[in-house]
């Protein structure tokens, strides 16, 4: 460990990532870049998103979510490879999972399993559905957990097809509620001594977000529109749409009565702050085509990043709707350090982020790039397990690592 790396929040902390795609990986890259050591558990293949990236599109996502680990192969398959694997956690803090339910017990290496080897390890898990329920063992992924939590339902217009999110919402509520409940029991094992096995589902992790949709459902019943298009999901703030202008469109919300009145004297309307269908937010709310349509009157004359600047220049929330390529340039994120540019090996010069999580005095540690399959199989298995070069030899020739 670098002498830089010994000051950060997690530091000497050992992880051990079992865990593939977007949900796991997310979580334990919140913990590498928080100084803990991670080591990346693969089958000889590779985690289902490296090998994705074999049709393309699927590399950049992998180096994004893999920085600062470092990655093993290990067949758990066979008894050397799932002894291995327990030596790892006789050393380590932490083990993430987010194999379906049951599989790291037919395996031979579950919770209860692992807690016998250390009693101080946090077991991390995280599944579509959870452990437990009549959902248990129905595959899923991000978009099957969209429609299942209703976020495909709720997006879109209310006269069109329902519409998935461009995010993978599911997937990184999920990671980032699994890395949550892994430093409670982390916090907590510091005032017990023991560990203690959480898990997170992607069902559970999501719901919470649809609050505005679920408030209009308890309001309106039967008569709450399943989707709102660009509008408040619980129709509960006007204005609060997207804006068409000469160049593309703009975003702006009003959620207090003085944030519309600041939007009338940047459209030169002043005289329409006693107009009764625009005093109130109830008011607006009802009248609100009236509300839209006055707005983008005004918006469509403008050029896009000229209405931003005009309304955030009022105090107004207000934002261009930019691609992503804009995003991947963003000056504020690229300022703090939470976008960088770095040189990959495989990749190239690319565009990957930081953590979000910030900790004040502590620089954000350095990113290094995502490592090639079994990159770190000498380091881990001789140098940190004590296996001599020997037997690395022959446990390849066994089929134990690749």
Known sequence: MSDQQKHYPLSGITVIDLSHVYNGPYATF??????????KVEPFQGEHLRSRGDMGGAALPFAMLNSNKKPVTLNLKSDKGRELLKEMVARADILVENFAPGVMDRLGLGAAELHQVNPRLVYGSSSGYGKDGPYRDYPAMDLVMQAMCGVIDS????DQPPVKSGAAL????????????IMTALY???RTGKGRVVEVSMQDATYASLASNLGMLHARGDAAPARTGNRHGGLGISPYNVYRTEDGYV?????GDHHFRAILDVLGRPELKDDPRFM???????HFE??????????????RNDVAQRMLA?????????NLTEVMHDENMHARGSLQWIDHPELGRVVVPHSPLTFEGCARRAIAPSLPLGASNGEVFRDWLGHSQEELDAMRANGVIS
């Open 30 to 39: 919140l913990m590498a870049m928080a100084g803990a050591e991670v080591i």
């Open 280 to 286: 109130t937010r109830s008011a607006r709310v009802e």
């Open 314 to 322: 009022a105090k107004v929330p207000c934002a261009p709707v930019r």
């Open 188 to 190: 907590e094992r510091e």
């Open 155 to 158: 997006t879109g217009f209310a």
């Open 251 to 255: 975003v702006l919300n009003a959620p």
């Open 170 to 181: 599911c997937d990184f509520m999920a990671g980032i509620h699994l890395y949550a409940a």
């Open 290 to 303: 009236a509300v839209d349509s006055l707005i983008e009157g005004w918006t469509r004359t403008m050029a």
